[in-house]
């Protein structure tokens, strides 16, 4: 089993939808919780982070946590042209104080907004 | 200013040749990450430094030597580099204390092929 998985889409919302992408772990005990936006070609940008259960909201993304079932989604409200692009789910499954932070990344969802 | 800085933006190069890698954040970060992304693929970490010493290497060929200077600068030296190695090489920088998420920021990379 992968340590983070997410569906590899494409993913094809209609313009001004709501997206929804997701992203399961297998390790308990991860920390913490990241969207990263990667355009074609680019660095992955990061777009939230959460690392309680419940909702974190930003703009018109809204980051879901339940720890319980290992599960984190991202929600984009008002789906735009320029939201196309991959999201990187990334899981912090080793917090080192003072030692540098761990990461592990799905494979990426591939969201088309379709006009 | 949440900027992570890498130079070069390409760089070509021969299997014989030498080569660095360069990268600077001014977030004052104390933990800073070398990773590697292969197209349609997610990015795969090398190192972590924090506080200016290694305390991550993921099995790394010892081809790749990552060194840095001080907490602003991180340099990856290459050397002897085999084709596979192209990729586009990312450099990200984080908090080592004090929050609880660790949110990692990425440089723009340095595109890097090897003839």
């Known amino acids: 089993q992968k340590e983070v998985e997410q569906n590899s889409g494409p993913l094809s919302v209609p313009e001004g939808a709501i997206a929804s992408l997701n992203c399961t772990y297998s390790?308990?005990?991860?920390?913490?919780f990241f969207w990263y936006r990667q355009y074609s070609g680019k660095s992955p940008e990061l777009i939230m982070s959460?690392?309680?259960?419940g909702d974190k909201e930003d703009g018109r993304f809204t980051a879901q946590l339940n720890k319980a079932s290992q599960y984190v989604s991202l929600l984009i409200r008002d789906s735009q042209p320029s939201d196309s692009a991959t999201y990187l789910c990334a899981v912090n499954l080793n917090i080192l104080t003072g030692g540098g932070n761990k990461l592990t990344f799905g494979t990426g969802t591939q969201l088309k907004v379709e006009l | 200013d949440t900027e992570v800085t890498q130079t070069p933006k390409h760089l070509v190069m021969g299997m014989t040749n030498k080569k660095s890698l360069k990268c600077e954040q001014h977030?004052?970060?104390?933990?800073m990450y070398w990773y590697k992304q292969k197209a349609k693929k997610p990015p795969e970490l090398m190192f972590v430094?924090?506080?200016?010493?290694?305390?991550i290497n993921e099995s790394v060929p010892s081809r790749f030597s990552p060194e840095c200077p001080n907490s602003s600068l991180l340099n990856l030296h290459l050397h002897a580099l085999q084709p596979e190695d192209s990729a586009l090489y990312l450099c990200?920088?984080?908090?080592?204390?004090?929050?609880?998420?660790?949110?990692?920021?990425f440089g723009p990379g340095t595109r890097l092929t090897v003839t």
């Open positions: 430094y924090s506080y200016e010493k290694l305390s």
């Open positions: 977030m004052g970060h104390r933990a």
């Open positions: 959460i690392y309680s259960n």
């Open positions: 390790d308990r005990v991860s920390q913490s």
């Open positions: 990200a920088s984080s908090q080592d204390e004090g929050t609880p998420t660790y949110e990692q920021y």
